[in-house]
């Protein structure tokens, strides 16, 4: 029993043989679904349960990491489906219930057995990460300025440590300092632009009312030249009648 930390996110707790996941184990995946149940040879194998992040659930036998076999799968809306699958994929639903159960009930122990194991395999971890804290370095003296040299030993590498540490957090502190600084300037230079878009804003807006306004009074100009022509033009017909009569 050991717990497995893998570089891709995986972990898995539980039984090993030859080095390979093999008997009940629990493995958690990256995308955060989780199978009980058991291995062979490095792959989900056998009778076992899983649970996707978006709470389906599968309970039933299972072959090289696919749902392979007689199970029972529960989506979100609480859905159930039963028969036999092959490849994750139901080949046929036209199974009656009870010969379905029995294989589901010895997917819940499989399920059982593989979380006892992963607790059995957490414990060991633990115990032995205690185990290795709580090794000693022991040294034996053959007088006592042998003592005193190497406790004055220790009080100067623990003074070298303090002033390490101390000079770490003072530059921490200053780099600190530096943001605060740096973020008040932002702060300020933010204020100073609000106020500058405010007043473009302003001074666009006045532009574009006077901009409306001289149009307007363009298309009166424009009216009244058109009044204007045409008025003199009825007045050209006046006065060409007028000569005709005089005529």
């Known amino acids: 029993m050991r717990v497995l930390d893998s570089s891709f996110g995986l972990k898995y707790a539980g ?15 990256i995308n955060g679904s989780i199978y009980a149940g058991g291995f062979v040879d490095g792959q989900p194998s056998g009778y076992g349960v899983h649970t996707s992040p978006f709470a389906e659930k599968y309970m039933g036998q299972w072959s090289e990491s696919a749902r392979c076999g007689y199970g029972i799968c529960m989506d979100p809306a609480c859905n159930i489906t039963f028969g036999v699958f092959a490849d994750n994929e139901l080949l046929s639903d ?13 997917a819940l122990m499989a399920g059982r057995h593989a979380n006892r ?3 059995i395999a957490r414990e060991r971890q633990l115990q032995a990460a205690l185990e290795e804290l709580g090794v000693i370095d022991s040294k034996s003296f053959d007088n ?3 003592i005193q040299q190497f406790e004055a ?9 303090i002033a390490e540490h101390n000079a770490i957090v003072a530059q921490v502190e200053r780099v600190a300092d530096g943001f605060k600084f740096h973020e008040a300037e932002l702060k300020q230079q933010q204020k100073m632009l609000r106020v500058e878009i405010d007043t473009r804003s302003k001074e666009l807006s006045f532009i574009a009312t006077h ?3 001289a149009k307007e009074r363009r298309d009166q100009v ?9 008025l003199q033009n009825q007045l050209n017909v ?6 005709d009569q005089d005529k």
């Open 153 to 161: 030993q220790e009080q100067l590498e623990l003074q070298q440590f």
């Open 238 to 243: 006046l006065q060409q009648q007028q000569q």
């Open 144 to 146: 006592p300025e042998q």
């Open 15 to 29: 039984a090993f043989r030859d080095g390979k996941k093999h008997g009940f184990g629990v493995e958690m995946y």
């Open 211 to 213: 901009c409306k306004l």
């Open 222 to 230: 424009l009216d009244a030249e058109r009044t204007l022509e045409m």
């Open 94 to 106: 036209h199974v009656v219930l009870h010969a379905v159960d029995y294989h589901v009930q010895r």
């Open 117 to 119: 194991n992963q607790e």
